[in-house]
């Protein structure tokens, strides 16, 4: 723990959990998506579901979607810079077993054929937690650069991605690999010390058995 953790971020408040962490939650998203969503249905479980709208979560959850950063003036007036961007986007409530209380689950669209649909929950000191992407367990927190390659549960799949970041000189900080079934739908979650080169990502695309690739850059 660091004198970040203890102190928070600096942010637009009220609450470091509320607020800042849900404004880096709708960022993630975005980052994962690709773009500003074009439709976001968003659904808050818990703490976020009954006390959320009067700590900002809804508006902070927006601004993030929209690319602002927790200490941006901008979060109060979100809803109305999303209807001037052209982000449509809904708020409801979720029930998630074993979630923890300040999580939201994300469906996002951006009007060229890209979803996204993603778990995540606000841990306090604006630190967030990635738990599910497209329906896929995941343990991330979005601090690193991050690459998240869906696939097929074929041979090869991971040595194909670590090998082409080796050739680029990204190296990994963190790896974890999950899958819904033997055979089935795999995601390998990569998290790096440096940036991820974009045609990298462009260059995976096109690899037999890849389904989806995606990646946060920190200081995007």
Same mark, same amino acid.
């Given at each position: 723990m660091n004198v970040f953790d203890i102190l928070g971020p600096v942010m637009i408040g009220p609450s470091s959990s509320h607020t800042a962490g849900a404004v880096k939650i709708g960022l993630v998203a975005r980052q994962l998506l690709g773009d500003t969503p074009k439709k976001a249905k968003?659904?808050?479980? @818990?703490?976020?579901?009954?006390?959320?709208? @009067?700590? @900002?979560?809804?508006?902070?959850?927006v601004a993030g979607l929209l690319g602002m950063q927790p200490d941006d003036k901008r979060i109060p007036d979100s809803f109305a810079a999303a209807k001037q961007q052209g982000l449509d986007f809904s708020f409801d409530t979720i029930h998630l077993r074993g979630a923890h209380p300040n999580t939201a689950v994300l469906t996002l669209e951006d009007g060229k054929k890209r979803k996204l649909e993603i778990e995540a929950a606000s841990l306090g000191g604006g630190r967030i937690q990635v738990r599910k992407i497209d329906g896929i367990d995941t343990n991330f927190s979005g601090e690193y650069n991050t690459l998240i390659v869906h696939n097929l549960d074929q041979p090869g799949h991971v040595a194909q991605v670590t090998t082409i970041l080796a050739q680029r000189n990204v190296n990994i900080a963190t790896m974890q690999l999950y899958r819904n079934v033997q055979g089935g739908y795999a995601v390998m979650v990569i998290e790096c010390d440096q940036p991820i080169p974009?045609?990298?990502?462009?260059?995976?695309?096109?690899?037999d058995g890849i389904i989806k690739v995606s990646y946060i850059n920190v200081k995007q």
């Open positions: 968003i659904l808050l479980h @818990g703490s976020f579901a009954s006390t959320g709208v @009067g700590h @900002g979560t809804d508006k902070a959850i974009e045609d990298l990502v462009d260059w995976l695309m096109k690899l």
